[in-house]
């Protein structure tokens, strides 16, 4: 059992806590710089904006690498496993996680930052080229993100309201982050080409 403490211990420790203050993009990455590298990889790579991937993460998981939705209850008290299979810092269920995978023979980890920003690249990318959603799209590519892209075409965010004031929140935070990146872009660009 010792073992077991331990190994939690260790493997626990490897696990990165979420940033301290979640509303200030540059906080953000002056805390993680490897999350920049992540997140302009993924920009690099799929043409989808840092702060709109960022705002999803926030959303998502709040930066938890091990975030999952609620349990559900039988009978209001009965656990009954969870509301869906959603998992680490980009919520991606099962499904999607599966064809992300098949898609881009990217194995990797929903608790990895860094493969979670590139599913979310990846996802955004799928979406554009489905249903002509625009990259730089917070609102109506998160709308697609929850419902998948079968539930955006046949519009059930519609009877959602809580869902539709989500996707603005999402929308006024990545605007919110593009602004902050910004002022620290170039801080951020230098800190890296001290590092590498």
């Known amino acids: 059992t010792l073992a077991v403490v331990l190994s939690t211990l260790i493997l626990g420790g490897c696990a990165t806590p979420p940033p301290k203050n979640q509303s200030n993009l540059c906080d953000i990455f002056r805390e993680n710089p490897d999350w920049y590298g992540d997140a302009k990889e993924m920009q690099e790579d799929w043409g989808t ?49 599966e064809d992300f995978q098949k898609a881009t023979n990217h194995g990797g980890s929903r608790t990895s930052f860094a493969d979670s ?29 929850h419902e998948g892209r079968g539930g955006y075409k046949r519009k059930t965010y519609r009877s959602k309201p809580s869902l539709i004031n989500v996707a603005r929140k999402v929308d006024q935070q990545a605007k ?21």
Not at 66 to 85: E, Q
Not at 129 to 139: R, T
Not at 176 to 181: F, I, M, R
Request: hydrophobic letters at 35%; one cysteine or more; aromatic letters at 20%.
């Open 176 to 196: 919110d982050y593009g602004w902050q990146l910004k002022q620290c872009r170039q801080e951020l660009e230098d800190n890296q080409s001290w590092w590498f």
């Open 49 to 97: 904006p840092i702060q709109i991937a960022m705002a999803f993460v926030k959303q998502e998981s709040a930066f938890r690498h091990d975030a999952r939705p609620p349990k559900d209850y039988v009978l209001g008290f009965i656990p009954w496993g969870r509301v869906s299979s959603a998992y680490g810092y980009a919520q991606a269920q099962d499904p999607a996680w």
């Open 117 to 145: 920003l590139v599913f979310i690249g990846w996802y955004t990318s799928e979406t554009h080229k489905q249903l002509g959603i625009s990259k730089w799209d917070p609102y109506n590519q998160y709308l697609a993100y």
